[in-house]
Nanobody
Framework: QVQLVESGGGLVQAGGSLRLSCAAS????????MGWFRQAPGKEREFVAV????????YYADSVKGRFTVSRDNAKNTVNLQMNSLNVEDTAVYYC????????????????WGQGTQVTVSS
């Protein structure tokens, strides 16, 4: 099992940047594909980004491509989401998630979830 704790959320003006981090417990962090998802008020949770176990493979939602960058440090058991050029539509609770099942964009595949961190972008 793995426990996930997100941090780095907050309030930022449109056009600004935030860096989210997700710290994982356990000794087998490198066994997990790590995903980032978000849920805006009144909307379903949606895929944001995913990074493979050794960081060779990364995929992004079209809405964040070119603005967000996912990375991981297996030595530190962390995965990060650098978010640039934020806009109001990026306001959501952001979750990191882990799965041993390979790279998937579907949230139902992910076995472990953090509690989420709020990102609010003001206009």
């Amino acid at each position: 099992q793995v426990q996930l704790v997100e941090s780095g959320g907050g309030l930022v003006q449109a056009g600004g940047s935030l860096r989210l981090s997700c710290a994982a417990s356990g000794r087998t962090f490198s066994s997990y594909t790590m995903g980032w998802f978000r849920q805006a008020p009144g909307k379903e949770r949606e895929f944001v980004a995913v990074i493979g176990r050794l960081a060779f493979n990364k995929y992004y939602a079209d809405s964040v491509k070119g603005r967000f960058t996912v990375s991981r440090d297996n030595a530190k058991n962390t995965v990060n989401l650098q978010m640039n050029s934020l806009n109001v539509e990026d306001t959501a609770v952001y979750y990191c998630a882990a799965t041993t099942r390979g790279i998937y964009l579907n949230e139902s595949i992910y076995e472990y979830w953090g509690q989420g961190t709020q990102v609010t972008v003001s206009s």
